[in-house]
């Protein structure tokens, strides 16, 4: 878990440092994805802290989070409801991330 | 042998955490940056840039409307502007050619200086009123007898060697100045049994003088009219 934390503050040191500019086609999936896997990052915090954490779900489920919210907002813009459907997924995740912060909060404040 | 996987798998799945949430914090500091800095239109899709594009498109049209109808009244002012400062212009030509008529402007211009000398004291008021009705008829358009501005109501007086216009006495000789084609006027002045001719056989001289220019100076005040008035 440490390593995680570690490896987050790193990638957003680079990020800042290296300043790269996000390619054109990448530039609606961006968000979506880094919604995606915050919400799985949650997800492997509420489940470090319940103690359950399992490496490989957690593995599995960042990838597939970002590679299906990918594809949602990718379909939807093919079917012209891109925006819409980017709204609904950001709603989604949004709700799920609020619920796992919720239970986070019970662990670490037990309130 | 079951250990060492689970401990190769545990190294393994460290490995790959650590890649994962360093590309989340990659792409949350890359998307972050790229919101804020770069411009707000950068990160839109199509269709809410077409949204966009349309909304200020119309926004240009309004514009275009609106620089359109601007044009149109500056365009209207302007033609206003400039039928009323013709009708001015027009309206002051009209009083400056009235007023030399009425006799209330001096004027300048081509003409004769008719000199009438009388030593016999011969000449009545009546042959000096043919002078000035000769020249006249003769296409005069402004006439001035001694120092008195001839007009339609002018009334000449005369007997035993003065003349008595519109109330002034005038003296011998008398000089009238005409403004009118000068050749005409001294035409129609010594004309054969003319003017001239009762003039001379009233004991008196007449002189013509063709000139280039002659000034007319003397004016009157129009007088207000009592009973009539403008009907229509």
Not at chain 2, 103 to 110: I, R
Not at chain 2, 141 to 156: K, P
């Amino acid at each position: 878990m440490i390593v995680a934390g570690i490896a987050l503050l790193v990638g957003i040191a680079l990020g800042l440092v290296l300043r790269p500019t996000v390619p054109g086609w990448l530039e609606p999936y961006l968000p979506i994805a880094v919604v995606a896997a915050l919400d799985a990052v949650f997800g492997g915090l509420r489940a470090w802290l319940d103690g359950i954490f399992d490496a490989k779900v957690f593995v599995v489920s960042f990838v597939s989070n970002v590679t299906v919210a990918a594809l949602i907002v990718f379909l939807g813009d093919k079917l012209g409801v891109g925006s819409q459907l980017s709204t609904a997924v950001v709603v989604v995740l949004g709700i799920r991330i609020f619920g796992n912060a919720a239970a986070i909060r019970r662990h670490v404040f037990r309130a | 042998m079951s250990e060492t996987r689970k401990l190769q798998w545990r190294r393994w799945s460290v490995a790959l955490i650590a890649v994962l949430t360093l590309l989340l914090g990659f792409a949350i500091a890359v998307q972050v940056r790229a919101h804020s800095s770069g411009d707000a239109l950068s990160g839109l899709r199509e269709e809410d840039l077409i949204g966009i594009l349309d909304n200020q498109n119309d926004r240009a049209d309004r514009l275009r409307q609106q620089i359109a109808d601007l044009n149109d009244s500056l365009n209207k002012l302007r033609n206003s502007g400039d039928r009323s400062a013709a009708a001015r212009r027009q309206l002051l030509q009209q009083s400056r050619a009235l007023a030399i008529l009425l006799g209330t402007l001096p004027a300048v211009g081509p003409g004769v200086i008719v000199t009438l000398t009388d030593p016999a004291a011969g000449l009545t008021g009546e042959d000096l009123l043919d002078v000035v009705e000769e020249l006249r008829g003769a296409g005069a358009e402004a006439i001035q007898f001694g120092t008195v501005r001839v007009t339609t109501s002018t009334s000449f007086e005369g007997n035993g060697g003065t003349a008595t216009v519109d109330g002034t006495e005038l003296p011998p000789p008398y000089r009238v100045v005409a403004i009118g084609d000068p050749k005409t006027l001294d035409t129609a002045v010594n004309i054969p049994g003319g003017v001239a001719a009762t003039v001379r056989a009233a004991g008196g001289n007449l002189n013509v003088q063709e000139l280039h220019k002659v000034h007319v100076t003397a004016t009157r005040t129009l007088p207000r009219p009592k009973y009539a008035e403008p009907s229509h």
